[in-house]
């Protein structure tokens, strides 16, 4: 086979022995895309949420061989989208020996490679690129030019004695370099209007033209870019020619249910288990409070008091739950536990991660705090409700009626914390629903705050709060 590592072909010659078929990008994709539907596997492996939404319609741009326009707020997973169609090339393509823009041997386009051929015929040298090589990527900016994207005439191969009118003396830009290949634009409209045009020739003629050069060079290019749709009216937008040359545009979206905002968290937030000169040190974040950490996100984005026309990433989320996950890190090692459990005082912390990430729209000046906290007591609520049966608590608060008061705070142990469910013997049920049996000092005192939480935010407990500690008691 011409693609194992040892047997690749070295030479035109040898290349067209070994049956090798040379085929458009879009059409090599759209073989590689045929074979995943047929075998009921996705396009590609981390991202979710998409399944029934956004890939059916990337799965019909790939078999129609467009070029696409991802649409979305920030955080939607575009970017991550575009550079795993990498995954459907072949993995090794052969190319002629020494050529920029990566000539196909049958069919070169450049006048290095053409030259090559012809002087050479059948033992023109071949070489073998990766498909990680085939990818190529620009982040629009203002300042970006058509030097940039599509080439410029290189003075030192001027200053080196060829006239301007050998085409040698291009220098190719990043498009034409990723030829045969996959070409990402992200935030489109940030790219000035005059430079959007340079690429109408690339979308619809297939082309380049570089200057006042008689050259035609047809390029071979799947050409894929994002966008934000505020991007339109407070950046630029993508002009209407070039609108129209892509062959589809897909809307994304953040995930629908919260489930998939947790599986996006634990696949992306990094684990904080440590070694310490007293050994490792493990955190554990219950599944309510990673449930109230994507619930945040979620009551965040249909909050009248976050500007949703910037959007709330999921980046939030899992920043919301690093943060989370450092706060206990940092609790547990100053109280010198090895195996710690988040809990709601670690809360707190997400005031610091979220603000940089959502706009808080409010009349009055310096309410950006409460709002935060507010939202941070709503995910509580929610998940709350949802996970603990009122039935579990009603002994609860009986108990509290009955004259028990609980102490709660960051600075409390675990084994101190957990000690009051064996105060306040009603606690166990709904505790041990919370913790599945486990019976760690850690999983217990995370429990046994979180259902106190959950029933002052009920209004069935009353809580004074002072400096990091909180005192539960009854409403009457």
Do not use: C
Not at 129 to 154: C, M, Q
Not at 193 to 210: M, S
Not at 228 to 240: S, V
Not at 315 to 323: D, F, G, K, M, Q
């Amino acid at each position: 086979m011409a693609d194992e590592t040892n047997n690749r072909a070295t030479t035109l010659g040898e290349l067209q022995a070994s049956g090798w078929v040379s085929r458009p990008v879009k059409q090599e994709v759209r073989e590689h895309a045929i074979a995943k539907v047929i075998a009921g596997e996705p396009l590609f492996t981390g991202v979710q949420g998409y399944e029934n939404t956004v890939m059916p319609q990337l799965e019909n741009a790939l078999l129609a061989g467009h070029d696409v326009v991802f649409l979305g707020e920030r955080g939607q997973a575009k970017t991550r989208m575009i550079r795993s169609l990498t995954g459907l090339l072949d993995e090794w393509m052969p190319i002629v020996a020494g050529s920029e823009i990566m000539d196909d041997p049958y069919n070169p386009v450049s006048k290095y490679a053409k030259d090559l051929v012809a002087e050479h015929g059948d033992a023109t040298p071949v070489d073998w690129v990766h498909r990680d090589l085939r990818y190529g990527e620009k982040l629009a900016t203002p300042d970006t030019s058509i030097a940039d994207l599509i080439g410029e005439v290189d003075p030192i191969k001027v200053a080196e004695g060829r006239y301007l009118s050998d085409e040698l003396t291009l220098h190719y830009g990043m498009v034409p370099r990723t030829n045969r290949g996959i070409f990402a634009i992200n935030e489109l409209p940030d790219l000035s209007e005059r430079i959007q045009v340079g690429l109408l020739n690339v979308l619809e003629e297939r082309d380049v033209q570089i200057r006042g050069y008689k050259i035609r060079l047809p390029l071979d290019v799947m050409l894929m870019a994002s966008a934000n749709p505020e991007d339109y009216t407070n950046r630029g937008r993508i002009i209407t020619p070039l609108k129209d040359r892509f062959g589809s545009q897909i809307r994304t979206h953040y995930p629908l249910e919260v489930q998939t905002e947790v599986d996006i968290m634990l696949q992306e937030a990094q684990s904080l288990d440590i070694e310490t000169p007293n050994g490792p040190v493990t955190v554990n974040v219950p599944g309510y409070l990673t449930d109230v950490v994507a619930t945040f996100s979620h009551l965040a984005r249909s909050s009248t008091q976050v500007n949703q026309r910037s959007g709330v990433s999921v980046r939030l989320s899992v920043s919301n739950y690093e943060a989370l996950s450092a706060n206990a890190l940092r609790r547990g090692l100053r109280s010198g536990e090895t195996s710690i459990v988040a809990r709601v005082d670690d809360l707190g912390a997400l005031a610091a991660s979220s603000m940089g990430k959502i706009e808080i729209e409010s009349i009055d000046e310096g309410r950006d705090g409460a709002i935060m906290e507010s939202l941070i007591k709503g995910a509580v609520l929610t998940v709350f409700k949802e996970v603990v049966p009122p039935a579990q608590t009603r002994a609860v608060v009986d108990a509290f009626e009955e004259g028990a008061v609980a102490h709660t705070g960051e600075t409390m142990t675990s084994a101190e914390l957990a000690a009051v469910a064996e105060q306040v013997d009603a606690l166990k049920t709904p505790v041990k629903v919370l913790t599945g049996g486990d019976e760690s000092p850690g999983a217990v005192a995370a429990a046994v705050e979180f259902i106190l939480e959950g029933l002052h935010l009920s209004k069935r407990l009353n809580k004074d709060a002072s400096g990091g500690s909180a005192t539960y008691r009854s409403r009457t």
